[in-house]
């Protein structure tokens, strides 16, 4: 029964390209009951998994892991089959300064965005027609993101169109397919193509990140200042 | 009611001149006792409402009414400050208004109708009350019902002032009210907590100038968030990082035209990213046009013009500031030139006779011969704004004046009335817009080019730019290759201090003050020594992340003097009366606050609470109260207990924090921490 149990969640697993552990996958099995119906095991098998950190829960093999050699910054450009599994350990929006990032957390933490308190500081020139929207509240980016795989590796990737889940709003540790992707100077071009977020998060890393945002975007701005 | 003999009262001198003279034929005019300014004028004339009646035209000067505390409240030894919220308020004439109050209750006396002629607001509203009172103390049939009567008019001008004479309606009471409640509040709120503040940070100043130590630290609702708007802007520009960043700039050479395509990008912060994106651009080494689209566009022509509008362009045009300029246009409606300046209202009623005043135009001056094209053919229906304030039209010429007549200031604020009116009743300028995006490696860039078919309107209105962009054909699928690709680098600038034109529309948007009384904020703050204006530098920046290559100011230390100045204002002191660097300046203002101002900013502030003083929220809640009184929604007792409810809870709590504030001005004013 139990084996398979372990066949049937292997199998459900894989299909989604993720390769748990044998360790794994025993400590998961302990943790039901018998009498829990396969699809709601299957379930929480997955999203139990989604929810780790895959450099210690997931098997390592060739094709699912980055290439050792994937960070040389002489090679121009390669291109890496995959299917990697990797999760999201940071992302940065680049295509605004650190500093209007910092002020726009400003306005929050004053509590400008609830009803009633809103200091209006943008106000709209009259224009030829053609409206400039108010800033947005989610912004476009582009996003650079911090990418891991299960062995470990850091790689830094480019989200070149935009992808949908994408974005400084994410929670970290959420896990991504990649697939036929670019890496270019040991950057992983990211397209919607080639891009499958299949989701989950690391719940620490997540609320560290989260705390800690305002800081490191000063601590950032003050470096690239004086690199400057 | 038989009425023979009509008191008529306007706000101004001057107004009361005009109207006597558009409506009697022949006007005697008398002095008044112990006031050189007020006059009396009398005529006969013929109301259909009331037949022939002998009538005396007669002005005050503002306000007629004082407010004050009883006497026993009158040194700030005598009670708390908060006593001050319940103490009673004794109304009286002023001294200097005894001549003209006895004056009217003199003519009073005789008079079977008082009619009203003050300037057609809410204060003029206000004072239109307080001679009805002064007036009924010699008649009381003028107090009562049917015995005041109010003329409506939003210009001087002769068959308006006429219409309006024989058209009379009753005066506004929930407006008066409104006012009072005003007056009230400023006066509790204002004195209470002027005198705590001072008090709070005598022992602070005391240290050093005795002089200084005496000096008031005043409060007034509308001045702490106004003060609120400038401190904030001048700590994010005293706290700004510049950051560097990155660009692809391309640049194409066809038909002997240098097309510069810009980055869909724009730029990136981002140096590794941006070498990767430009490397695999240059090894595409073509680009491919992705779509041209040829399109007409227009550049619309002004909306009609307020109060606010006309400061803010006198600011950026005229380079004046927003006191002058309303002083100004108040000038030119008195001698009849333009219509009421204080005026929120962008739309023109339809019934309105546009072309007639456009044709008035068309006598002489630099417009004749554009206003005389424009009645002929190409006369085009103003746009509409959103708002009315139903009591007057939009800001316009209303005759015609030959311009050697005015002063020079005059002359720059009636031309630009006068442009902007006719631009309004111009077409939009047309043009074509060419749009090309081309696909370079991964990357978008874009160019446009622009024709313009017709000026219309920016022909007389020289204060709008729009500059033909000359742009060669190009085909959907051309392929070419770049003349040039460029990875250009760049560093963010800071924002500018606040401007004059952007603090008005900061308070207009966040509700603190009214079109008449904006400016004059302002003015009471720089008076007050919160803050300093000085001359805009040429090069001043605008947005976070413009390109600039200019050095950060250099973060010096906050000095010692008292109500020193802040870095800036001191380093603006040291250039040629604060011109930047290549001495060029803009004719706009911008605003530092003192070490004073940034001292009251901050201390409230890190007293934290909710119903922070230079936050605007208190204000826009008084203001929106007024106007509901206006709109009959609520009376001025409760508005007047809410509010004095509200400060008096940020009384208590200013109270219990009193070392959060003398901190804040031992650290800016004295430098002390850093």
Known sequence: MAATMAAELTQHLNARHLYPTASWLQTFLSTTRPITPLPAIKQTALFRLLASDITTTLKQPAASVFPSDVLKGTIKSRIVTGPVVCQVLDIEDIGHSRWSQVESIEAKERGETTKGREIVRVVEQENEGTADAASPVQSKGPFKLLLQDAKGLKIYAFDLRGIDGLSTNMAMGVKLVLRNVDVRRGVVMLEPGCVQVVGGKLDALDKAWKQGRKERLMAAARTVNTLA | ?674
């Open chain 2, 1 to 674: 009611m038989v009425v023979r003999t009509v008191l008529c009262v306007a706000e101004k001198p001057s107004i009361a001149k005009a109207i006597a003279n558009h409506l009697g034929d022949q006007v005697t005019t008398h002095n008044i006792q112990s006031n050189p300014y007020v006059k009396n004028y009398e005529f006969d004339y013929t109301f259909p409402q009331w037949g022939h009646c002998s009538v005396t035209m007669t002005s005050v000067l503002g306000h007629l009414l004082s407010h004050e505390f009883e006497s026993r409240y009158k040194s700030w030894t005598s009670c708390d400050p908060s006593a001050l919220f319940d103490a009673r308020i004794e109304v009286f004439v002023g001294s200097n208004g005894k001549p003209i109050a006895d004056n009217i209750k003199r003519h009073a006396r005789r008079a079977d109708v008082l009619y009203i002629w003050t300037d057609c607001d809410r204060e003029g509203e206000h004072i239109g009350t307080e001679i009805r009172s002064v007036a009924a103390q010699s008649n009381q049939t003028l107090g009562r019902a049917g015995g005041t009567v109010r003329a409506h008019f939003s210009n001087i001008e002769r068959a308006h002032i006429i219409h309006a004479a024989q058209h009379p309606t009753d005066l506004d009471e929930a407006q008066a009210d409104a006012v009072a409640s005003r007056i009230e509040l400023d006066l509790r709120v204002g004195a209470s907590f002027t005198r705590h503040l001072t008090l709070s940070l005598r022992p602070v100043l005391h240290r050093g100038n005795l002089s200084e130590a005496s000096r008031l630290i005043s409060y007034g609702s509308c001045q702490f968030p106004t003060l609120g708007f400038i401190v904030e802007r001048y700590l994010r520009v005293r706290n700004f990082i510049s950051e560097p960043f990155w660009g692809i700039k391309l640049m194409y050479q066809k038909a002997g035209i240098s097309v510069n395509f810009s980055w869909a990008r724009k730029h990136l912060f981002d140096r590794m990213i941006a070498v990767i994106l430009y490397e695999w651009c240059l090894t595409s080494q073509t680009a491919q046009v992705q779509k041209v689209k040829t399109k007409p566009t227009s550049k619309w022509k002004p909306l009609p013009l307020t109060t606010l509008e006309l400061q803010k362009c006198g600011s950026r045009f005229l380079g004046m500031d927003s006191q002058k300029v309303l002083q100004l246009a108040e000038k030119l409606y008195q001698k009849g030139w333009i219509s009421y300046p204080r005026t929120e209202t962008d739309q023109f009623d339809q019934a309105m006779d546009l072309r007639g005043l456009v044709q008035k135009q068309a006598q002489g001056g630099r417009w004749a011969s554009y206003a005389a094209a424009l009645v002929e053919g190409g006369f085009s229906w103003p746009r509409n704004g959103h708002n009315n304030d139903k009591a007057h039209p939009p800001i316009h010429p209303v005759n015609f004046v030959n311009p050697t007549m005015l002063s020079h200031e005059e002359q720059c604020v009636h031309e630009f009335v006068v442009r902007r009116f006719l631009a309004c009743c111009s077409k939009d300028a047309q043009g074509s817009k060419t749009d090309i995006s081309i696909l370079y490696g991964p990357e978008i860039f874009n160019a446009s080019g622009l024709v313009i078919l017709e000026r219309n309107y920016l022909d007389v209105y020289v204060y709008d730019r729009w500059g033909n962009q000359e742009l060669p054909p190009f085909i959907e699928g051309e392929v070419f290759e770049p003349t040039e690709a460029i990875l250009s680098e760049g560093k963010t600038s800071p924002p500018g201090y606040l401007t004059e034109p952007d603090l008005l529309a900061l308070m207009d948007a966040n509700g603190i003050g009214t079109d008449a009384t904006m400016a004059d904020h302002i003015v009471t703050i720089i008076h007050r020594q919160y803050v300093e204006a000085k001359a805009q530098p040429r090069q001043a920046r605008h947005g976070n992340d413009e390109e600039g290559s200019e050095e950060l100011p250099t973060q010096a230390i906050v000095g010692n003097s008292r109500r020193g100045r802040t870095t800036a204002a001191r380093r603006g002191a040291g250039r040629n009366s604060g011109a930047g660097r290549g001495g060029a300046v803009t004719g706009v203002r911008e605003f530092i606050p003192t070490t004073l101002g940034v001292a009251l900013v901050e201390g409230h502030e890190n007293m934290g609470f909710e119903t922070n003083l230079t936050k605007p929220f208190l204000r826009k809640e008084m203001e929106l109260k007024m106007k509901a009184i206006c709109n009959g929604q609520t009376t001025k007792a409760r508005v007047v207990n809410e509010t004095i409810e509200q400060y008096r809870g940020v009384y208590t709590r200013m109270q219990q924090h009193p070392d959060v504030l003398r901190r804040a001005a031992r650290k800016y004013v004295f430098g002390e921490v850093n």
